[in-house]
């Protein structure tokens, strides 16, 4: 059971983090380094609770929010490296502190990460493109909105896979109904284009 647990919060960390971006990457490092919910001391993996790799992640966060700030490319590869790297450390950390593989963890980490970052890209690219074709007079203000919204739900979400693992996967699910929206809206879209042909 506690494989099954440590899979969970893997999964749910990597999630965080594609979808808060840098600032969840930083609450899951305080949390790491203050011990609580995740503990990889004793592990390969214990960096992630150490005060220099803090650091590290508040100035590769710092660089990864200047990048998010650019054209729609850098923006997008910077969230999705960040959210790659940072949720395969998670992941296997997580299942690094269990005692298992942290190759699993790893991999998944990797995989939930870019994924998910995938998917919070495009919903805040399409809303700042949005903002920007209704020329609204607050388009950063609507798109720094919606990033804050994402950071809350990516810290949401860590602190569910850190003390409650199953309930982050709702997160997946979330994520998935919102894929599935958009790609559906998508083709609505283009439905109506063939039809004015």
Known sequence: MDTLLAICQAIGLALAV?????IAALFITVM???HVGIDPRGTKWDFLGKIWFLFLVLISSAVALSLARSEDGPRRIA???FATVFGA???AASLAEQGDSAIFGLVIGALVGAGSGIVA????I???RRAELSNLESKASAGNTLEGIFAVAGIVIALLALFVP?????GIVAL?????GRRRKAGEKYEGLRVLR
């Open 18 to 22: 594609g979808v808060g971006g840098p």
């Open 32 to 34: 790491a380094c203050l």
């Open 79 to 81: 969230r999705l490296g």
């Open 89 to 91: 450390i998670a992941g």
């Open 121 to 124: 890209t495009d919903v805040l």
């Open 126 to 128: 399409g809303a700042r």
């Open 166 to 170: 199953p309930l982050s996967l709702l």
């Open 176 to 180: 998935v109904v919102l894929a599935n």
